[in-house]
């Protein structure tokens, strides 16, 4: 049974930096490509940022610069760093696995940031 758990969520001022992490199980990791999506209230989860199998990264525009995105395969974790926090990053973060057509997420994780 594949398992993905988030964590590194909390309350942030604007300006500071927070690190998400999540943690896969039941998968083999390493063949997955893995990606960051983020949620407000009453809309769609948008893509925040992305890594294929090979390392290849994407981001949505708004955090270029400021998150990163990053991979390891012998902890079975993908990290997302975020630098530069601005209130419009508040969301509830998810994690998201995907190899082919078969997708798997985590159950999210807060992040607030304070004006």
């Known amino acids: 049974q594949v398992q993905l758990v988030e964590s590194g969520g909390g309350l942030v001022q604007a300006g500071g930096s927070l690190r998400l992490s999540c943690v896969a199980s039941?998968?083999?990791?390493?063949?997955?490509?893995m990606a960051w999506y983020r949620q407000t209230p009453g809309n769609q989860r948008d893509l925040v940022a992305s890594?294929?199998?090979?390392?290849?990264?994407s981001y949505k525009d708004s955090v270029k610069g400021r998150f990163t995105i990053s991979r390891d395969n012998a902890k079975n974790t993908v990290y997302l760093q975020m630098n530069s926090l601005k209130p419009e990053d508040t969301a509830v973060y998810y994690c998201?696995?995907?190899?082919?057509?078969?997708?798997?997420w985590g159950q999210g994780t807060q992040v607030t940031v304070s004006s």
């Open positions: 039941g998968s083999i990791f390493r063949l997955y490509a």
């Open positions: 890594i294929t199998s090979g390392g290849s990264t």
């Open positions: 998201r696995e995907t190899l082919g057509g078969t997708s798997y």
